[in-house]
């Protein structure tokens, strides 16, 4: 069992068939609707999933030198 010590109190709006499948897993696990939804963030904030940038690497061809002046490739040289 996970001890908070310092908690932030947050208002969220849910669909109701979300509430009613949080209630139940809740009533299974025998705690909070409140205590699961920390722990699903926590975990999805731990461990995010890919970011979709790296889809694009390896996508583009140009010098070696571009991403070290990326500013200037995406918004031209500033003179």
């Known amino acids: 069992m996970t001890y908070i010590l310092r908690v932030k109190r947050l208002q969220i709006y849910i669909d109701e068939d979300v509430d009613r499948a949080l209630a139940v897993e809740a009533r299974r696990q025998r705690k909070s609707k409140a ?3 920390r722990e699903y ?8 999933g890919p970011d979709p940038v790296d889809a694009f690497v390896g996508s ?12 200037d490739v995406v918004y031209g040289k500033r003179e």
């Open 35 to 37: 205590a699961l939804i």
């Open 41 to 48: 963030v926590a975990e999805h904030l731990r461990h995010p």
């Open 60 to 71: 583009f061809e140009g010098g070696a030198d571009l991403s070290a002046s990326v500013d």
